[in-house]
């Protein structure tokens, strides 16, 4: 009888067997381009790395069993992952998204895609009735995160997939700030999955890699064919990297969630702090939402200190010393960042603050680092605004 595996044994064990060569129990790193054939079309199961390769192929399946889904596919980079899914469309097709999205994201929409012939709504889809006003013949595809970035606006997703099936249209689900330890779109209707594995996936600030993730086998057809011709793959060092940092997504995941909630009441309660943007709070919009489909609360958050502005934002991320102004999230080191110039910076300022990206937004990825270290970083830094 074959195992069903809860969660935290499919991080290690998903989709996985011993290597066939020689037993090894990581999956070797083929550093190959090509491989050899004892006829044209006869070889064993891999002629060229574009197209399949045996550690990434080992990441894939990987993917697939921490996403509870079929098929998984590898890419250079989550927006590479994003230029698939987008693939999938023709020109004249209409997509309705989540009117707070990552920057690149909206840049790879707007400057990019828009120019191919689609049309992009932006939609504040906390209530999913919003989709309905845009919803036309030409309408096919819905893109959500959730919870956004970086306001940590909560989408429902079961709601907006029903509402996605009844109209024949596809629910991508950009699932990275969640991660799937903490959050299964495709159980709850979405058809496909896209993960930025730089991120939470990888875990350790060392990898660029995306990921997709479906159960629908005329998705993954389309898909493998547009991951092949397209051809933006990741290497196999990659690869093996972001596996190995899936075998312990679920113990970072857990001190993160932890780590994050400690922190959030912190800057809830200080007198320098005007908001807490995190969905662990009760007031926070659709928090039943958030803990109805999310196992957890995550591990980012955003805040706004008191009468600050750009300059006293940067002031303080300039100021912290353990938490490290950067780019990026969900390794296991903390860091923070000035979305509005840095992950946004490529939304128009109106638009970014019409939605809350206003100029003294901080936002921050904590770390798995000893909690109480971390709130004396940022008490200190707190402590230079007059």
């Known amino acids: 009888m074959k195992l069903k595996l809860h969660f935290n044994s499919k991080t290690i064990h998903g989709g996985q067997t011993p290597d066939k060569a020689y037993g090894a129990v990581m999956p070797p790193i083929y550093q190959t381009s090509?491989?050899?054939?004892?006829?044209?079309?006869?070889?064993?199961?891999?002629?060229?790395?574009?197209?399949?390769?045996?550690?990434?192929?080992?990441?894939?399946?990987s993917l697939a069993s921490i996403e509870s889904g079929t098929y998984g596919f590898a890419f250079g980079s989550g927006l590479a992952a994003i230029?698939?899914?987008?693939?999938?469309?023709?020109?004249?097709?209409?997509?309705?998204?989540?009117?707070?999205?990552?920057?690149?994201?909206?840049?790879?929409?707007?400057k990019i895609f828009e120019g191919f012939g689609l049309f992009f709504h932006f939609v504040d889809l906390q209530n999913s009735e919003a989709i309905l006003e845009k919803?036309?013949?030409?309408?096919?595809?819905?893109?959500?995160?959730?919870?956004?970035?970086?306001?940590?606006?909560?989408?429902?997703?079961?709601s907006v997939a029903k509402i996605c099936k009844?109209?024949?249209?596809?629910?991508?689900?950009?699932?990275?700030?969640?991660?799937?330890?903490?959050?299964?779109?495709?159980?709850?209707?979405?058809?496909?999955?896209?993960?930025?594995?730089t991120k939470y996936l990888a875990g350790h600030s060392d990898v660029i890699l995306g990921a997709l993730v479906t159960s629908s086998p005329l998705i993954a057809e389309r898909l493998a064919f547009i991951q092949n011709a397209s051809g933006a793959i990741p290497g196999p060092m990659d690869c093996f990297l972001t596996l190995r940092g899936i075998k312990t997504l679920h113990v970072r995941m857990q001190r993160h969630c932890?780590?994050?909630?400690?922190?959030?009441h912190f800057l809830k309660a200080h007198k320098k702090i005007e908001k807490v943007y995190w969905p662990g709070f009760e007031e926070h919009p659709n928090h039943k939402v958030?803990?109805?489909?999310?196992?957890?609360?995550?591990?980012?958050?955003?805040?706004?200190?008191?009468?600050?502005?750009?300059?006293e934002a940067l002031q303080i991320v300039e100021q912290l010393q353990l938490f490290t102004l950067a780019e990026s999230l969900g390794g296991v080191e903390s860091l923070a960042g000035h979305?509005?110039?840095?992950?946004?910076?490529?939304?128009?300022?109106?638009?970014?603050?019409?939605?809350?990206?206003?100029?003294?937004?901080?936002?921050?990825?904590?770390g798995i680092e000893d909690v109480r270290d971390l709130l004396d970083d940022l008490d200190q830094a707190l402590g230079t605004l007059k």
């Open 34 to 61: 090509t491989y050899a054939q004892k006829s044209p079309g006869v070889h064993l199961g891999y002629e060229y790395s574009r197209t399949h390769n045996p550690t990434r192929h080992a990441l894939e399946k």
């Open 83 to 110: 230029d698939a899914v987008l693939k999938l469309l023709n020109p004249g097709d209409e997509i309705i998204s989540t009117h707070d999205l990552y920057g690149g994201s909206y840049r790879l929409f707007t």
């Open 135 to 158: 919803i036309n013949s030409k309408t096919k595809m819905v893109w959500l995160e959730t919870p956004t970035n970086p306001m940590m606006n909560v989408i429902d997703i079961q």
């Open 166 to 197: 009844a109209h024949s249209i596809y629910l991508a689900v950009d699932n990275t700030f969640a991660s799937p330890y903490l959050q299964q779109p495709l159980h709850l209707g979405a058809d496909i999955v896209m993960h930025s594995a």
């Open 258 to 264: 932890e780590n994050t909630t400690q922190i959030a």
């Open 290 to 311: 958030a803990a109805s489909q999310m196992k957890d609360f995550g591990g980012m958050l955003s805040f706004v200190p008191k009468g600050a502005h750009f300059k």
């Open 339 to 366: 979305p509005a110039s840095m992950t946004h910076g490529s939304i128009p300022k109106e638009h970014r603050e019409k939605n809350g990206v206003v100029d003294a937004l901080i936002r921050l990825s904590v």
